[in-house]
Every structure is written in C-alpha cells, then in structure tokens.
C-alpha cells in the first residue's frame, strides 16, 4: 500500500513548537509546517490513516465517469493521491486547491512522484471562490475548521449546488460538544495520544495556544444541520476517535 504520508526523514520532525517561545503566533501552514507536516498529522490526528484510506474507497465507489473531484484544502495531496489510486471511472478529473504557496509547491512534486491514471489539477486558490461543477465527489479533510464560522454555510451550500445528485461530499474535523465534562475527557485523551507520539508538555500547550484564534470548532448537530440545510438527503458520521470525527453526506 502507498504512504500517503510521503517518505520521513530525520530532519522532517515535528519540532516547531518545542522550545520555549515568548510569544506563540498564530498557526499557518507555511514553509516551516510544510517540511513537518507529515509528521505533524500523523502524531497529532488519531485515525488519519484510516480516513485517508477510507476516502480512497469511497473514491471508488460514487465517482463516476466524466465528472469532477474536489479535494478543498488538499495540503501535500494526501487524499487526492488515495483516490486516484482508487478511481476506476473513466474521463474523470482530480482538482486539488490550497491557499498556501507552500503547500502547493510540494503537493504538485508529490502528484508528479505517484503516477496514476486520473489526471490532477494543483490549484493555489481559495477554496471558497472555486466553482465546483459536475462533482461526482469533494473532499474537505480538516479544512473547514478553518474558514471563519460565518462563512461555513455559504461554502457548504456552494458545494452541494455543484454535486451531482447521488454525489458525495466528505468532510474531517475536530469538534466540540455542548457536554463540558465530554469535551475535557476527549481533549485530555487527544492530549495523551500526543504525547505517546512524542511531543512534550511544552509543544502540546505551545501548539494548542497556535490553533485557538484560527481553528474554531463545530459540534456533530452543528454540522449535521448545516449538511442537511445545504440539501444533502443522507448525512452520517462514519468515523470518530477522541474529537475528531469525518462525515460523508451523500446528495
């Protein structure tokens, strides 16, 4: 099976947020992220594997043939590499978008370094001006959790006009829940899974001070509403572990 996590090196650790620093600025995915981000997601998101796997078996099975496929906030082209991997319909196009420079560069280098059948476009745009047309499936993998609440119903909304009926849409996020005594427990266990990755004390509060203006949170009803409201008939969790759960949200 493909990495999707790409080739480590030593030098490819996750060590940002390990000295102590006076001020933590806000998280962005920029230069110094992208060279880590590999080890970075996959020491700090439990179950990433498995949602990238699972979003190139689900490739396999709604994309259809002469239609389009979205991943929105493609960072390095994990997901957008599981599913041309799976893809079996014919005269199809991936169309990968990211908004940091960065992440574009070294996500076009790995599309070029695993071949496959289904060509892919790499975007640097933003992904709540593309127009999305004739989808037969999008992929939105830890990315709305950054686009300003305001503005999530409007995206959501956009994409949904532009699946096909019987497309899907997948979307990863960490949540929030409106039971403060289940929102301690699960963070605490995030926590714990972090440090048995490695990271200290100081890089878990250091990166969590990074996220907490620029990564705002939903609950599962939030998201569901939203789904629903945007016109997707079937809407599910399929996978959760701790605060971090992925939907599929069938058209």
């Not at 650790?13 to 995915?29: C, E, G, H, N, R």
């Not at 439990?46 to 709604?62: A, E, K, M, V």
């Not at 991943?71 to 957008?80: I, P």
Request: hydrophobic residues 40%; proline residues 2%; glycine residues 4%.
């Amino acid at each position: 099976m493909i990495s999707y996590l790409f080739t480590m090196h030593k030098s490819d650790t996750d060590l940002i947020y390990s000295s102590p620093k006076a001020q933590v600025k806000d998280f962005a995915f920029d230069a110094q992220v992208v060279e880590v981000f590999p080890d970075m997601i996959s020491r700090s998101v439990p179950g990433y594997n498995t949602i990238i796997d699972t979003i190139g078996l689900l490739s396999q099975r709604f994309v259809q043939k002469s239609t389009s496929v979205y991943d929105l906030g493609c960072s390095l082209g994990a997901a957008t590499l599981a599913m041309r991997k799976r893809i079996t319909a014919s005269d199809c196009k991936i169309i990968a978008v990211d908004n940091s420079s960065a992440m574009v560069e070294r996500c076009k280098m790995h599309i070029q370094a695993f071949k496959g059948n289904t060509p892919v476009d790499v975007i640097e745009g933003d992904i709540q001006k593309i127009a999305i047309n004739n989808a037969s499936m999008v992929v939105l993998n830890f990315t709305l959790q950054f686009i300003d609440k305001a503005e999530r119903a409007k995206l959501i909304n956009n994409i949904a006009s532009g699946i096909n009926t019987g497309g899907i849409l997948v979307i990863s996020e960490k949540i929030s829940h409106g039971d403060l005594i289940i929102d301690e427990h699960l963070i605490d266990l995030h926590h714990n899974f972090k440090r048995a990755n490695g990271y200290s004390e100081l890089e878990v509060a250091q990166k969590r001070t990074a996220l907490e203006n620029v990564m705002k949170t939903d609950s599962v009803e939030q998201h569901i509403k939203r789904l629903t409201e945007a016109g997707f008939s079937h809407v599910s969790p399929w996978f959760q572990c701790f605060n971090f759960i992925s939907f599929i949200a069938i058209k």
